[in-house]
């Protein structure tokens, strides 16, 4: 246990996927390897040009994950696996740590305004949040105070560019409480021959004062999602970027053209529907965490049906 303004400098590891060449083993039976990163993921690389540390983690924490690793005489006696003197060997699963990871949420606190001078390489989040201190300490909306569990930065994992705007996006929504959004989502293959190599696309804008052809575009955000393919996840988190856009008490007036979002919503805002049938809810994740952001935020929620490809300029 450690601080909450305490500097921790973690050295990178990352899994080692092909060193057991078994193609037949569940996630528990597959050896778990890690190695040092070779430097080229943009986290700091302090050292350089000897063998120290490649890559190095830097940022303030308030608390670290601990786990067990065999010893540095251990070598497994397998002859299916590649080995190499710079592995380690987790006693824990990778899939469970993973899993610890992302279930733990305050490993990942971090308090910018607090960051001491001296850091030598921060990320281009860490900058603007900052920078934009003030706001993110004193928000009237949920999703953008820094000290709440629902901070944005809490809430996603990926690319710092497209979190910087959902935060700038909410910060021009702050003064307003009626919005109006027309959402879409999207699946397409990224190789005709494949059926694993695809991407899924959300995007959304908000309309309620906007005049099609007229005047400066409105506000709208874009962006992609990772695993478990879906067009219906991706239009599931279009409307929770949405909603994390808006401050607390507003009202939101949702157009889109995917029923089976309509629907789902229903089922998960309905009171008397039990935990057991939301988790059975495919993509039950995003719909709980919209559920707790309707509700912790106080917001009115209506979405309505569009058609598609109905000549609805804002739907096109």
Not at 69 to 78: L, M
Not at 194 to 203: E, H, P, R, V, W
């Amino acid at each position: 246990m450690i601080g909450i303004k305490d500097l921790t400098y973690r050295t990178h590891y990352i899994p080692v996927l092909d060193a057991d060449t078994r193609t037949n083993l569940t996630p528990k039976k597959v050896t778990p390897i890690l190695r040092p990163c070779p430097g080229q993921c943009g986290h700091s690389v302090p050292f350089s040009g000897d063998l120290r540390p490649k890559c190095i983690i830097v940022s303030l924490t308030s608390q670290l994950i601990l786990f067990n690793v065999h010893a540095k005489k251990f070598i497994p006696n397998k002859n299916f696996l590649k080995l190499e003197k710079t592995f380690i060997f987790p006693v824990t699963p990778l899939h469970m740590l993973r899993t610890l990871a992302f279930s733990f949420t305050k490993h990942r606190l971090i308090i910018p305004n607090v960051l001491p001078s001296t850091v030598p390489i921060l990320s281009t989040l860490d900058s603007y949040l900052n920078a934009n201190s003030e706001i993110f300490n004193n928000s009237i909306n949920l999703n953008l105070n820094i000290s709440s569990p629902l901070f944005i930065n809490n809430i996603f994992v990926g690319n710092r560019d497209l979190i910087i705007q959902l935060l700038e996006i909410a910060k021009q929504f702050l003064l307003r409480k009626n919005f109006t959004f027309y959402t879409d989502g999207s699946l397409t293959s990224l190789d005709v021959n494949s059926s694993t190599q695809t991407q899924m696309g959300f995007a959304w804008i908000e309309i309620t004062d906007a005049t099609p052809n007229l005047g400066p575009p409105p506000p709208s955000y874009k962006g992609a999602l990772s695993f478990n393919p879906s067009s219906t996840k991706a239009e599931v988190y279009a409307l929770l970027t949405a909603i994390i856009a808006v401050p607390d008490d507003s009202e939101l007036d949702v157009f889109t053209d995917s029923l089976n979002v309509i629907h789902t919503f229903h089922v998960v805002m309905n009171k008397l529907t039990s935990t057991r049938r939301i988790l059975k809810c495919n993509n039950h994740l995003a719909w709980r965490l919209i559920d707790i952001l309707i509700t912790k935020k106080s917001l009115i929620v209506r979405l309505h049906k569009v058609k598609a490809h109905s000549n609805d300029y804002w739907n096109e």
